[in-house]
């Protein structure tokens, strides 16, 4: 089964609202979570991202919230505008024997209307 | 600096060709990784590198896919032979490799099987 899940393909908000995308996952060795955002032909590119020490974290209009117990992490992009539309991979690590890998969702499509 | 660099950008082949793709880290990043994208599996990893080494070899991939990385600067992958379903966008990426550095992406390769 899938590991790290975004249950919404897609999700779309009114400009200036705010932007809620979530993502579950199985691992609960997991200790590292992600963000990342894509546009149509480019190449994933980090957003933010949290350690597992921390329940919360902010930058700016993004933050991302982490339920260890639920095994749940969101972001939240507050003030939203169209430029903000995009693919959102979430995605998810541990430091097992030494290496690092991430598993990433399959992603949420955000739109932004005007 | 460089980012990570892939060639080609685009590359055409009929069923049961070999085709190389190419992939050039960011200079000093210990890291590397070989994913495939489609939009029904999202990002699925095909390998993983750390300062050469093979450390993850993707299951589901290892039969007609294998990558190398005969010096830090410089990885390949190959599939041996293509089929249609191979059609995808293949992306590198790397990171430092110390407990979950940001992973930074090529541009990635279109490849189309006909």
């Known amino acids: 089964g899938q590991q790290v899940k975004q249950s919404s393909p897609s999700l779309t908000v009114q400009e200036g609202g705010i932007s809620i995308l979530n993502c579950d996952y199985e691992n609960d060795m997991f200790d590292y979570f992600a963000w990342y955002k894509k546009y149509p032909d480019n190449s994933p590119t980090l957003l933010i991202s949290v350690r597992s020490n921390v329940d919360k974290r902010e930058d700016g209009r993004l933050t991302v919230f982490l339920n260890k117990s639920g095994k749940h992490f969101s972001l939240h992009i507050t003030a939203s505008q169209p430029e903000d539309t995009a693919v959102y991979l979430c995605?998810?690590?541990?430091?097992?024997?030494?290496?690092?890998?991430?598993?990433f969702g399959k992603g949420t499509q955000l739109i932004i209307q005007p | 600096d460089a980012g990570v660099t892939q060639t080609p950008r685009h590359e055409v082949a009929e069923k049961g060709q070999t085709i190389i793709l190419k992939c050039e880290p960011v200079s000093g990043h210990n890291d590397l990784f070989w994913y495939r994208q489609t939009k029904i599996q999202g990002l699925e990893l095909l390998s993983y590198?750390?300062?050469?080494?093979?450390?993850?070899d993707g299951g589901a991939f290892k039969d007609r896919f294998k990558a190398e990385m005969l010096n830090s600067s410089f990885s390949t992958l190959k599939i041996q032979p293509t089929e249609p379903k191979d059609s995808a966008v293949y992306l590198c990426?790397?990171?430092?490799?110390?407990?979950?550095?940001?992973?930074?992406f090529g541009p990635g390769t279109r490849l189309l099987v006909l």
């Open positions: 995605a998810a690590g541990g430091n097992t024997e030494g290496a690092d890998r991430l598993t």
């Open positions: 590198f750390r300062s050469k080494s093979l450390m993850e």
């Open positions: 990426a790397s990171s430092l490799g110390r407990n979950q550095d940001t992973q930074y």
